[in-house]
C-alpha cells in the first residue's frame, strides 16, 4: 500500500481521478486513466482489452444522468460467427454502465460504483466486428445501498437498437450520504 493511504488499484491514480473531477470530466478522466495504464504496461485489467477502443460521446444530467460511450467492435471480442460475443457485451455494458454513476458520485456516496449484483442482457441484434456502436448508460435510480441502471447498445450508422441492459449494483461506500 502506499504511503498515503490508499491501495493501489488498477487504474493507477484512479483516487485522484475521483476525488479531482466530476461529472463529465471524470467519466473522460476515467476513461484516459485506464488507456495510459495499459500503454505504460503498469496494469492488464479484465478491461485491458476493451478500453483502446472506448471513447466519451456525449453526457447529460437531464432527465436522468447519462453517458453515451462510442465502441468499436474488434476481432478480439467475437464469437465463432464474427459478431461480438455475448460475455464481451456484457463485460462492456458493466464497466459502461458503472462508469455513469461517476456523474453523481462524491465522497460517500456511489465514489467507488460500487458491485454488481445483477446483470440483464437482451440480445436483439448481431453486432459484427467492425460495427461502431453506441452505449447509452442511464443512472435510473441510485440510492443510499442500492442502484438501478439502463444501457442500449445502438448501431452508430442508423440508431438500430441491439443489445439492452439493466444492471443492479451495491454500494461498497463505508458510510453513505
Known amino acids: 500500500m502506499p504511503s498515503d493511504g490508499n491501495p493501489k488499484l488498477p487504474y493507477g491514480n484512479y483516487f485522484d481521478v475521483l ?3 466530476k461529472g463529465e470530466d471524470r467519466v473522460k478522466a476515467l476513461i484516459k486513466c485506464g488507456k495510459e495504464n495499459d500503454v505504460k504496461g503498469e496494469t492488464k485489467t479484465f478491461m485491458s482489452n476493451f478500453l483502446p477502443y472506448v471513447e466519451f460521446h456525449s453526457a447529460t444530467m ?15 471480442h467475437q464469437n ?3 459478431n461480438m460475443h455475448g460475455g464481451a457485451t456484457a463485460a462492456l455494458f458493466d464497466w459502461c454502465t458503472s462508469i455513469s454513476l461517476s456523474l453523481i458520485s462524491k465522497p460517500g456516496y456511489w465514489m467507488f460504483m460500487g458491485v454488481t449484483r445483477n446483470l440483464s442482457l437482451s440480445y436483439l441484434r448481431p453486432v459484427p466486428v467492425g460495427e461502431v456502436v453506441l452505449l447509452e448508460c442511464e443512472v435510473a435510480h441510485a440510492g443510499k445501498r442500492m442502484c438501478h441502471l439502463k444501457g ?3 448501431r452508430a450508422s ?10 443492479d449494483k451495491v454500494s461498497t461506500e463505508t458510510s453513505n450520504a
Open 19 to 21: 476525488q479531482e473531477t
Open 62 to 76: 437531464t432527465p436522468n444522468p447519462t453517458v453515451v460511450f462510442k465502441f468499436t467492435v474488434q476481432p478480439s
Open 80 to 82: 465463432g460467427l464474427n
Open 152 to 154: 442500449r447498445m445502438k
Open 158 to 167: 442508423d440508431g438500430v437498437l441491439l443489445v439492452t441492459c439493466e444492471h
